[in-house]
Nanobody
Framework: QVHLGESGGGLVQAGGSLRLSCAAS????????MGWFRQAPGKEREFVAA????????FYADSVKGRFTISRDNAKNTVYLQMNSLKPEDTAVYYC????????????????????WGQGTQVTVSS
């Protein structure tokens, strides 16, 4: 199956930007809808963004819409999350994820079974 590994997390001041990368292995990566989730201390893991196989469709949680951009480069087997205008409430461990069903639509990614999770990367936003 798909193996995922995130990178790009770190410490940034409020208003700053970070770009997370998710490197994937697997011959069928380009057929998968991909997503990002996050989990903050004391909170449930929550959906952040999803992108379909071609990159032509995206969907975002209301909390990040307009600030975050998900993209992918299938030639590099990589998914990205560009995070701008970061807020302290964005502080969390961010996880890349592939759904159990590859063709899961972006609108339902957040409520669908996940087949593969990355190990997570810490994002800390200071005020």
């Amino acid at each position: 199956q798909v193996h995922l590994g995130e990178s790009g997390g770190g410490l940034v001041q409020a208003g700053g930007s970070l770009r997370l990368s998710c490197a994937a292995s697997g011959r069928t990566f380009s057929t998968y809808t991909m997503g990002w989730f996050r989990q903050a201390p004391g909170k449930e893991r929550e959906f952040v963004a999803a992108i379909n196989w071609s990159g032509g469709s995206t969907f975002y949680a209301d909390s990040v819409k307009g600030r975050f951009t998900i993209s992918r480069d299938n030639a590099k087997n990589t998914v990205y999350l560009q995070m701008n205008s970061l807020k302290p409430e964005d502080t969390a461990v961010y996880y890349c994820a592939a759904p159990r069903t590859p063709s899961t639509t972006v609108q339902v990614m957040g409520g669908s079974p996940i087949g593969s999770w990355g190990q997570g990367t810490q994002v800390t936003v200071s005020s």
